[in-house]
Protein backbone atom coordinates (compact mmCIF):
# COMPACT_ATOMS: atom_id res chain seq x y z
CA UNK A 1 0.00 0.00 0.00
CA UNK A 2 3.36 2.35 1.07
CA UNK A 3 4.11 1.58 -2.32
CA UNK A 4 0.88 2.60 -4.40
CA UNK A 5 0.67 5.85 -2.30
CA UNK A 6 4.85 6.51 -3.43
CA UNK A 7 3.95 5.64 -7.12
CA UNK A 8 1.07 7.84 -7.32
CA UNK A 9 2.70 10.88 -5.61
CA UNK A 10 5.57 10.30 -7.70
CA UNK A 11 3.84 10.74 -10.90
CA UNK A 12 1.23 13.60 -9.55
CA UNK A 13 5.02 15.30 -9.13
CA UNK A 14 6.40 14.45 -12.61
CA UNK A 15 3.14 15.29 -14.35
CA UNK A 16 2.69 18.77 -12.43
CA UNK A 17 6.41 19.41 -13.29
CA UNK A 18 6.37 18.97 -16.68
CA UNK A 19 3.54 20.73 -17.66
CA UNK A 20 5.43 23.99 -15.41
CA UNK A 21 8.57 23.47 -17.08
CA UNK A 22 6.84 22.66 -21.02
CA UNK A 23 5.55 26.59 -21.24
CA UNK A 24 7.40 28.51 -24.21
CA UNK A 25 10.13 30.93 -23.19
CA UNK A 26 9.19 34.17 -24.28
CA UNK A 27 11.95 36.22 -25.83
CA UNK A 28 13.38 39.09 -24.55
CA UNK A 29 14.60 42.40 -26.41
CA UNK A 30 17.67 44.06 -26.20
CA UNK A 31 17.81 47.34 -24.78
CA UNK A 32 21.43 48.35 -25.99
CA UNK A 33 22.59 48.67 -28.98
CA UNK A 34 25.49 46.31 -31.04
CA UNK A 35 28.36 47.79 -32.01
CA UNK A 36 29.41 47.98 -35.60
CA UNK A 37 32.88 46.62 -36.12
CA UNK A 38 34.37 45.54 -39.36
CA UNK A 39 36.65 41.98 -39.95
CA UNK A 40 38.24 40.87 -43.14
CA UNK A 41 37.07 37.24 -44.58
CA UNK A 42 40.20 34.70 -45.94
CA UNK A 43 39.60 35.95 -49.31
CA UNK A 44 39.78 39.41 -48.30
CA UNK A 45 36.47 40.82 -48.26
CA UNK A 46 35.37 42.69 -45.84
CA UNK A 47 32.00 42.09 -43.69
CA UNK A 48 30.53 44.73 -41.46
CA UNK A 49 28.22 43.29 -38.42
CA UNK A 50 25.62 46.19 -39.55
CA UNK A 51 25.06 44.22 -43.14
CA UNK A 52 23.74 41.75 -40.98
CA UNK A 53 21.08 43.54 -39.58
CA UNK A 54 17.20 41.86 -40.14
CA UNK A 55 18.72 38.28 -39.97
CA UNK A 56 17.14 35.87 -37.35
CA UNK A 57 20.52 34.74 -35.69
CA UNK A 58 23.90 36.06 -35.76
CA UNK A 59 26.50 34.11 -34.29
CA UNK A 60 29.93 36.05 -33.63
CA UNK A 61 32.79 33.31 -32.06
CA UNK A 62 35.79 35.22 -30.60
CA UNK A 63 38.87 33.43 -29.77
CA UNK A 64 42.27 34.79 -28.56
CA UNK A 65 45.59 33.43 -26.58
CA UNK A 66 46.90 34.97 -23.59
Known amino acids: MKFLISLIAVLVTLLTSSTVFA ?4 PQASTKPNYDFAAK ?3 GDEITL ?3 YGKKYILV ?3 ATW
Open 41 to 43: TIA
Open 61 to 63: GMW
Open 23 to 26: QEAK
Open 50 to 52: SGY
